[in-house]
């Protein structure tokens, strides 16, 4: 009657701390995560937040459409952004990639 399904016989001399091995490979693929996931992404968007929250008239900006130009008014959620002689549009803060440096747009 056994020739199909082999018993199942208890082992001998099994480790109680298994367990805890088991689970280490899985905390370090976390902490790896972390450390080269998480983190940076974390410290990149604090810095972003910083730079729309430090934008004020007359900064030079790039919209993350691509759009350089320079800012002429800040309200709390939009920016009006000078892109060319008499050109302006209206920006979301949050839709501001970086600053530039001053004398990067040329008038």
């Not at 972003?48 to 900064?59: F, L, R, T």
């Not at 002429?72 to 002689?85: G, L, R």
Request: without cysteine; charged residues 20%; glycine residues 10%.
């Amino acid at each position: 009657m056994n020739l199909l399904i082999s018993d199942a016989w208890a082992q001998f001399g099994s480790e109680g701390g298994s367990g805890l091995v088991g689970l280490l490979p899985m905390v370090l693929i976390f902490a790896v995560f972390y450390f080269l996931l998480i983190r940076p992404q974390q410290k990149r968007s604090k810095a972003h937040k910083a730079m729309v929250a430090a934008i004020s008239k007359g900064d030079e900006i790039v919209t993350n459409g691509g759009a350089l130009g320079k800012v002429t008014d800040v309200d709390d959620n939009f920016v009006s952004v000078e892109i060319a002689a008499g050109v302006t549009i209206k920006v979301q803060r949050m839709a501001i990639a970086q600053m530039m440096p001053k004398g990067t747009v040329k008038s």
